[in-house]
């Protein structure tokens, strides 16, 4: 067996998380199968999966190896297409992750549109809210918020988002509306702990304030729950509450001192030109990305 037989029979196992599974889907016996993988271990003297009698799951050098098997099987396939003449046309899947709300909200319905237009893609959508390692991970684009650190992909800036400070009206007829970030030593705060400190919160003019929280969450969703509920001061994305806002279920606080901007970027992997599949993927999504954040941005500019 060929080496680029035996990594496509890793990816398959490693994918479906069992032996059986990926025999019946390339059509070979679980035996044929079994030995495919035990070569390939043989051969890069390390175990690249674990067995159990129940199931089977990637060890962590498994998982290095992983991400470097889907962008040989990838590349190899569009060598064979190439030679065939078929280069031009978006095929194949395409591995794409975005945070779990912005993704939900706005990068999902553009990934079933771009579907719908090019039945011969698929696309992997991991809504996940960390910063991923293309490269590393295997993954072909990247939606991400927040400033960018060092990296050597291409980013294409498509909007910024602002973190903003919101109550409930009735929550407002019970405190005293705080008019410097200093004042919400006096209030009940529910912290977002996912995207800033349950600490400290930052604001313009770098200025820094502690923040002793009555309620930490992970998820806006329940940190703005809370905060409509009446419970509190909380602080989130402007995308998150923007509908909130729109209906006063929530009020926005301390705009003027509002820390800047942060920036949305569309990524992916640098070292190659984009296939087709990816290329076609962000000229339908990047344009459209940008009219949401646009979107997102006036309707904030109309509350108070």
């Excluded at 037989?5 to 199968?33: C, M, N, Y």
């Excluded at 992997?124 to 684009?141: K, M, N, P, T």
């Excluded at 005293?176 to 705060?189: E, F, K, N, S």
Aim: hydrophobic share 45%.
């Amino acid at each position: 067996m060929d080496r680029a037989d035996s990594i496509a029979v890793f990816t398959e196992v490693a994918d479906r998380g069992s032996f059986a599974k990926a025999a019946r889907h390339l059509q070979r016996s679980p035996a044929a199968v079994t030995r495919a993988v035990a070569d390939l271990e043989a051969r890069l003297g390390v175990r690249l999966l674990n067995r159990t009698t129940r199931a089977v799951s990637v060890t962590e050098a498994g998982q290095r190896f992983l991400a470097g098997a889907r962008r040989v099987l990838a590349d190899l396939t569009e060598i064979e297409q190439a030679a065939i003449g078929q280069g031009s046309a978006p095929r194949g899947e395409l591995r794409v992750t975005a945070p779990i709300e912005f993704g939900r909200r706005h990068v999902l319905p553009l990934v079933t549109d771009f579907l719908a237009r090019f039945p011969e893609v698929s696309v992997r959508l991991a809504l996940i809210d960390r910063s991923v390692d293309l490269v590393e991970e295997g993954f072909d684009a990247a939606l991400r918020i927040g400033a960018l650190a060092d990296t050597s992909a291409i980013a294409t800036r498509v909007g910024a988002l602002r973190r903003i400070a919101v109550a409930a009206p009735a929550y407002l007829k019970r405190h005293q509306r705080p008019r410097t970030p200093r004042d919400l030593a006096g209030h009940d705060v529910i912290a977002f702990a996912a995207i800033e400190s349950s600490e400290r919160w930052r604001f313009a003019g770098g200025i820094e304030v502690a923040i002793k929280p009555r309620l930490i969450v992970n998820t806006a969703e329940a940190a703005i729950d809370a905060a409509a509920a009446g419970f509190g001061i909380t602080r989130v994305l402007s995308y998150q509450v923007i509908d909130a806002l729109a209906d006063k279920t929530l009020v926005r606080l301390l705009r003027e001192h509002e820390p800047d901007e942060i920036p949305v970027h569309v990524l992916y992997p640098d070292g190659r030109h984009p296939p087709p599949k990816l290329r076609a993927f962000l000229d339908a999504l990047v344009p459209r990305l940008r009219q949401r954040c646009e979107r997102i941005a006036k309707s904030l500019s109309r509350v108070a």
